[in-house]
Structures are given as structure tokens and as C-alpha cells.
């Protein structure tokens, strides 16, 4: 069981204190975090060169976030590229974005899409299996993302064979859902968590900000500061005997050293976590 947050978070990290990525990265050491998200529309090409970093700061990397487009991408090389990223980073979990639909797409485009992506991401979880990687899948919050409800992303988990859910404690707020809803569905089928915190209170004026579907806006919060029903949720996930890891999450944050101390200090809070630690 690791802390973990993502490689953009300590990039931007290393901008808003005018530091070095080097610096940051020890920082975030310090801290407690010792391993990173990799996002592959950031890494691609970068492989090398981020794992070495990571590797002078005793960080790994946690897993390989993948955005596919199998709505429209049939090309099986986009899966070959996306495994062999993964091994060039040292790490065999890959958390798949199967793709999205488009805007102007009718209900019979939607439907072919969705078989697609279906058929597309079956195939990816086969040879990724053969090639022993992990797969994992979170709720994305998109309108256009098949898998932004409850009822959507269990519906794909449910076609799939080898794939996990890697439980996005903040975006099911996107869709107006309710979290403890969404564990009470889908408990048993997580393996990771993505430890995310939302507010409706603009704490900075350069905070991101996203609208849920149904038009109230959101903001980043340090984990434990947010509405999200954290504290819930942590207790269930001790319950249910969780043991993964815990990926840290606050994009759009005024600043991500202050997020991330925060955000640790309230996980370091609960016990499984400690004792395993």
C-alpha cells in the first residue's frame, strides 16, 4: 500500500515554487508520496527520461494512464505503444480511458461506438494479461465518457474479464451522483483508489473550476477539505479489507505543495493506512 499522486501535479509543483523538477520531486518524497501517476498523453516519448528522474528521487511510478480512442481507433498498435510505454516506465498497471463519444453523435452512433470500445478494450485486457500487466478502469468525468455514471461504468466493467475499478473518490459529483452510492455498487470490484476532493467554495481565483451536468460549479480541494463523503468512504474501504494504494488527485489546485502536505496529513490520519505504512 503506497501514497502516490500524479507526475503533472509535481511538475506544476516545481513552476508555482520556482524550484527544480529535482527539487520537487524530493519534496514530494519527504512528504511521504512514493510513487506517481503517469498520464500517457504527457509521457509518450518521455519514458526514459521521466523514469530516470523518478529513479534519482526513489519514486516509481504507480500507473500509466491511458487515453484511448477505441470508439473510433482500431489500429491494435495504439495498444502495443501504450504496453510498451508502461514497461519503459517500470510499472505494470495501466488504467484505461476507453474513449469518448462525440457531441453531435446520435443514439445508433453511441451504440456502435460502445460495442467498439467494448470489443477494442476486451482485446486490450487479453494481451495485456499475457503480457502481465494490470489493467484498471475509473469513472471519467465527461458527458461525453461512456463511463461517467454508476450504471455506465459498471455495465463496461461487467463486459469485461481482467479489469479492475480504480475508485475516483471525486468524479461520480460530475454526473450528480452520490459516492457512497457508487461503493455501495461497485465495492468489490476496487482495486485502486484515486483519492479526490471537491468544493463549491472558489478557495483562489486561479483554482480550475468544472461544472457538474447539472451546472453547479466545482473546485479543487486538499483531500478531507472537500464535500466528498471521505471519511465514509475510507471506513468501507477498511472494511471490505482494501489494500491498494492511494493515488492523491487535485488538478487545477492554486498550489500543489499545499494540496499534497494537506492531503497527506489527513490520509496519514486513519489507521489501516498507518499500519501499513
Request: net charge negative; hydrophobic share 40%.
Amino acid at each position: 500500500m503506497k501514497i502516490a499522486t500524479f507526475y503533472d501535479h509535481i511538475a506544476e509543483m516545481a513552476r508555482q515554487e520556482s524550484i527544480t523538477l529535482a527539487e520537487a520531486l524530493k519534496t514530494a518524497k519527504d512528504l511521504g508520496v512514493e510513487a506517481l501517476e503517469v498520464l500517457s498523453s504527457n509521457s509518450k516519448g518521455k519514458e526514459q527520461e521521466i523514469k530516470s528522474d523518478l529513479d534519482a528521487a526513489g519514486l516509481s511510478v504507480s500507473s500509466l494512464c491511458a487515453f484511448m480512442d477505441f470508439g473510433k481507433n482500431t489500429d491494435l498498435q495504439a495498444i502495443e505503444d501504450i504496453m510498451t510505454s508502461a514497461d519503459r516506465l517500470g510499472t505494470s498497471r495501466i488504467l484505461v480511458i476507453p474513449g469518448f463519444y462525440d457531441k453531435t453523435d446520435s443514439e445508433q452512433e453511441k451504440k456502435e461506438k460502445w460495442n467498439q470500445m467494448i470489443h477494442m478494450t476486451r482485446i486490450f485486457e487479453d494481451r495485456a494479461v499475457a503480457r502481465g500487466f494490470t489493467l484498471v478502469m475509473e469513472e471519467f468525468d465527461s458527458v461525453e465518457s461512456p463511463i461517467s455514471t454508476i450504471d455506465g461504468l459498471n455495465q463496461f466493467l461487467s463486459e469485461m474479464h481482467h479489469i479492475g475499478l480504480a475508485f475516483d473518490t471525486g468524479n461520480f459529483l460530475y454526473s450528480e451522483e452520490d459516492e457512497l452510492k457508487a461503493m455501495d455498487v461497485l465495492k468489490d470490484k476496487i482495486v485502486y483508489v484515486h483519492l479526490k476532493d471537491r468544493s463549491f467554495t472558489m478557495s483562489d481565483e486561479s483554482a480550475e473550476k468544472k461544472a457538474t451536468v447539472g451546472g453547479r460549479v466545482m473546485y479543487p480541494s486538499p483531500v478531507g477539505q472537500g464535500v466528498i463523503k471521505l471519511e465514509e468512504i475510507m471506513k468501507i474501504l477498511k472494511e471490505t479489507g482494501y489494500h491498494g494504494d492511494f493515488t492523491i488527485e487535485h488538478y487545477g489546485a492554486e498550489s500543489q505543495l499545499t494540496y499534497l502536505k494537506e492531503s497527506i496529513d489527513w490520509l496519514k490520519k486513519h489507521d489501516f493506512f498507518e499500519k501499513k505504512s
